[in-house]
């Protein structure tokens, strides 16, 4: 039996093929992309003129240690507000039931 010799395909022919798998990769991962953009809610602190008022009474401390508990009970603050807000809502969809 006679040994057959392949040989692997020249530059010309292999590039397209590489090129291709680049942009399938690419458009793979930028759809797992979108789809998690997608999934994901929208800023939940948004920079509204009342929020950003807040935080830049807070970033006139010089100490650090300060100006990161200032944000930091700016940013509770609008969460607990934000959870009175969706409880009221769960029970105003429950009374009109």
Known sequence: M???EFRSPAL???A???VAAVLVSLGSFASLLAQFDAATPGQWLPPTPEVMAQVSRCESSRDRA???TCVRQVVAAR????ERLEHQLGEDRLASR
């Open 66 to 68: 300060a100006r990161d």
């Open 2 to 4: 006679e040994a057959k």
């Open 16 to 18: 397209p093929s590489a």
């Open 12 to 14: 010309p022919h292999r």
């Open 79 to 82: 969460l607990e507000r934000l």
